[in-house]
């Protein structure tokens, strides 16, 4: 089993780009969530799902679009790049309750120039 | 305002000390979790505390739950510099979110 898997690992984009950060999973879990991670303000959740077709804003979800069509993918879209954006992405996923395990993807690493 | 408060931020031990490290609020929880995260990974979950007064051990770590459920320590005994990393400590905040102190960065020098 492959767990969380994110991809690309490192990115940087100009200001105004679009792009997709994916995250995939092989452990059927229903939620899948984003944080992302600044120094000094720890991980802040971004967006999350509690299953497919199921999406719902969390703590920072300006500029960032998500979308869940199955189990296994929940890709984050950046629409219009800010250099506020810069930072240190993960996606986490987990089978069930709030006491659950949460298992995190490896990051990207994403500079806005 | 930071919900979970973590300290020290920093700290930096010779291999063989011990050392505790705290996460508090005031708030209660009903679980509270501890994470270690290493340089370029995700974090990986070390415990989950759900009683208050709780203590649970991991090898060399000691974990607790506060009475009041309100806050936790993390206490290593005779650290190694592969303990060294980011902890972090997250609660549930809804049914479906989780909220993560800022953590503690622990390095152990050899």
């Known amino acids: 089993n492959a767990g969380v898997t994110q991809t690309p690992k490192f990115q940087v984009l100009k200001t105004g780009q679009s792009m997709t950060l994916q995250c995939a999973q092989d452990?059927?879990?229903?939620?899948m969530s984003w944080y992302r991670q600044d120094p000094g303000m720890g991980l802040r959740l971004i967006h999350y799902?509690?299953?497919?077709?199921?999406?719902d804003q969390g703590e920072v979800p300006n500029g960032y679009n998500v979308s869940r069509s199955t189990t296994e993918d929940f890709p984050l879209r950046l629409l219009s790049a800010a250099p506020s954006q810069t930072s240190v992405y993960f996606c986490?996923?987990?089978?069930?309750?709030?006491?659950?395990?949460?298992?995190f993807g490896p990051g990207t690493r994403l500079t806005v120039l | 305002t930071q919900l979970l408060e973590q300290s020290p931020q920093f700290l930096s031990i010779q291999e063989g000390e011990n050392l505790t490290v705290y996460c508090n609020s005031s708030s209660v929880f009903s679980s509270l979790q501890w994470y270690r995260q290493e340089p370029g990974e995700g974090p990986v979950l070390l415990v989950t505390?759900?009683?208050?007064?709780e203590v649970k051990k991991l090898k060399r770590l000691t974990f607790q739950f506060g009475d009041a459920r309100k806050d936790s320590s993390l206490h290593i005994t005779a650290a190694q510099p592969g303990d060294t990393g980011l902890y972090l400590c997250?609660?549930?905040?809804?049914?479906?979110?989780?909220?993560f102190g800022t953590g503690t960065r622990l390095k152990v020098l050899a």
């Open positions: 452990m059927n879990h229903e939620y």
């Open positions: 799902s509690v299953g497919a077709g199921i999406t």
């Open positions: 997250a609660v549930p905040g809804g049914t479906y979110k989780y909220i």
């Open positions: 986490a996923t987990r089978y069930g309750g709030a006491s659950d395990t949460q298992y």
């Open positions: 505390v759900v009683t208050g007064g």
